[in-house]
């Protein structure tokens, strides 16, 4: 007698789970949980770094973020406007810029600017080291937004422009004000992907250098688990990016399917 479909179905279902289940069972039982908790769970060791690694770490990620978002943000949309532009020159300049910097990693950016520039030129970036940092940063998030903001824009329909000019409004009043605005609202999911990428991106700024008040997340768990030689800070770094990660991406989810319903 044949299986029907939707019992065939519901057993490779429980299969799955069963599988799932067991696997994490083995790994469960696998580990030396009391040697995992001596490297990477010393409470006392913990306790010692508050406030600091929120007043301090914590904070400085953050505003380290918020900045190079910002910063990339207004690169971006401008790179963008110019990729769409009529005028070759612009075109030519915003495409190398955004190839140049999507194909280099952010790593050797952050280097140049706080290095390499400086070296070159002779001149000193403002609020160095950190600046310098996040100016490369900026410089990259740029690039990646560039491209998002452009197909944004272009998403929008074209009969908004059209609309837009028999008004009466001129080429950059319809770009500004109708465009954007619409290209933005349809762009608001990847935009918030690039915040939570840059956040974790912060951990690069390290190798333009810091002090002890500029240490954001990453720098500070590392240079705690080599004065402590133990790990247990680098998991208390992994807990607050996540804290702050995780409600970020389940609100991109959210307006990924409001958005969806919407059309």
């Known amino acids: 007698m044949t299986m029907r479909r939707t019992t065939r179905r519901t057993l490779v279902r429980g299969v799955l789970y069963a599988a799932f289940v067991a696997a994490v069972i083995v790994v ?45 943000l207004l690169v ?25 910097f999507r194909g280099l990693p952010a790593l050797l950016t952050i ?4 290095y390499m520039l400086p070296i070159a030129f002779g001149v000193k ?9 996040l ?14 903001i452009r197909a944004g824009i272009q998403a929008v ?3 908004q422009t059209e609309a837009s000019r028999s008004l009466g409004m001129s080429p ?8 954007l605005p619409q290209g933005l609202r349809i762009i608001i999911p990847p935009l918030t992907n690039e915040f939570v990428l840059l956040l974790k991106d912060t951990s690069l700024l390290f190798i333009a250098g810091s002090t002890i008040f500029t240490k954001e997340l990453t720098t500070f768990a590392r240079d705690a688990t ?9 998991v208390m770094a992994a807990m607050l990016y996540l804290l702050v990660t995780i409600p970020l991406t389940r609100v991109v989810a959210y307006l990924e399917r409001r958005m969806a319903r919407a059309r």
């Open 28 to 72: 469960v039982l696998a580990a030396d949980w009391q040697r995992f908790a001596q490297y990477f769970l010393q409470w006392d060791i913990a306790r010692e770094q508050f406030p600091e690694i929120i007043t301090i770490a914590l904070k400085n990620t953050l505003v380290f973020t918020v900045v190079s978002f910002v910063g990339g």
């Open 76 to 100: 971006g949309t401008l790179m963008a406007l110019m990729k769409l532009s009529s005028i070759r020159p612009y075109r030519w300049f915003a495409t190398a810029y955004i190839e140049l």
């Open 111 to 114: 280097f140049a600017f706080a």
């Open 125 to 133: 970036l403002p609020f160095a080291p950190v600046g310098a940092g």
């Open 135 to 148: 100016l490369g940063l900026i410089v990259v998030a740029g690039a990646y937004m560039a491209e998002v």
């Open 157 to 159: 329909p074209k009969g």
């Open 172 to 179: 950059l009043k319809t770009t500004f004000f109708v465009i």
């Open 226 to 234: 080599t004065t402590n030689s133990n790990g247990t800070v680098l």
